[in-house]
């Protein structure tokens, strides 16, 4: 085996990995006979890291290997001085303490180490299921749809598909219907890899005109829920229809229009769920908003004055 750094050394493997090209794990290294005539003898006992649980019986091994070439380096005594067979009182209560103390303290790791398998099992678990929340941030159609819509239950909307309304039949209509009591919204669900489109207010305010036409009333707000850059970290994802305020500021006016980034809806669930901001206050924070919503933390939904969070219509 050559070394760069001690080129005048020679390994001897003592451990080597199960592959069919194997690395040392564990290696003694020596001065060749020559080196060792001419400069003195040389030895390295080199050892992983987890060899320390083990290291009272490696240096036992090396140290007799090394008493072989240095006898007075390395005296025999050494070993047997250590043996419970010629120690003193003191010794043997010293070392019984001592095994006492590193069993219960196995013990004890081996039990810390079962509670966190718990813990590990458990936040397992928990992934599972936060992979379901996540496709608000991930998913597009109708698993986004499906997500938005359990969202919106977790503030305790009623929701409907409006694909299984009659009414709706051969028109264009909206995603989902969600109303808290009288109150009714209509929202219109897109996801994108890239950002979002400023025409589907247009396409949802079809939507809205399909929905005064089957019903004999105008909706009391219209919500669009994009997922944009779908692909990206979110929170490295630009701002959602940046580049198109003079619409968002008429659709929030004319249609009491909002529109809602995935971000920020899965913000406010995770503060219900969680129990940082009560469901009432949540669809109070809906309701209110128009324009561009917008959600950092509980306390930006207990004032529920719009111009905190949401770009307010002008007027």
Do not use: C
């Not at 809205?208 to 970290?233: C, P, Y």
């Amino acid at each position: 085996m050559p070394l760069d750094v001690y080129p005048i050394r020679q390994a001897q493997p003592l451990l080597l990995e199960r592959l069919n090209d194997p690395q040392a794990l564990a290696a003694i290294f020596e001065r060749d006979e020559i080196s060792a005539v001419l400069e003195g003898y040389d030895s390295v006992l080199w050892l992983p890291d987890q060899a320390r649980s083990h290291l009272p019986d490696w240096l036992l091994w090396v140290f007799a290997r090394w008493r072989v070439v240095t006898p007075d380096a390395f005296p025999v005594s050494a070993e047997w001085e250590t043996v419970d067979e010629w120690a003193s009182a003191e010794e043997l209560e010293a070392r019984t303490a001592l095994a006492a103390f590193d069993a219960s303290e196995a013990q004890r790791l081996a039990k810390i180490k079962s509670q966190r398998l718990i813990f590990t099992h458990a936040l397992e678990n928990a992934a599972l299921a936060g992979n379901d929340h996540r496709q608000l941030l991930k998913a597009t159609g109708e698993s986004l749809e499906m997500a938005v819509a359990t969202a919106l239950r977790a503030l305790e909307f009623e929701v409907v598909d409006a694909d299984a309304l009659p009414e709706n039949q051969g028109y264009k209509k909206e995603d989902l219907r969600v109303s808290d009591g009288k109150w009714v919204a209509i929202v219109e669900v897109k996801g994108y890899t890239k950002a979002g489109k400023s025409n589907d207010l247009q396409q949802v305010n079809k939507a809205a005109k399909t929905f005064a036409r089957t019903t004999g009333r105008d909706a009391d707000a219209i919500w669009l829920v994009v997922n944009s850059f779908r692909e990206m970290d979110p929170a490295q994802r630009p701002l959602l229809i940046p580049d198109r305020p003079d619409e968002i500021a008429t659709f929030a006016e004319d249609d009491h229009g909002l529109i809602i980034d995935t971000r920020d809806l899965f913000k406010l669930w995770q503060a219900v769920t969680t129990g940082a901001l009560d469901a009432s206050a949540a669809r109070a924070h809906l309701r209110a908003s128009i324009g561009r919503f917008g959600f950092v933390g509980a306390d930006t939904a207990t004032d529920l004055r719009p111009e905190l969070s949401t770009e307010q219509a002008p007027g």
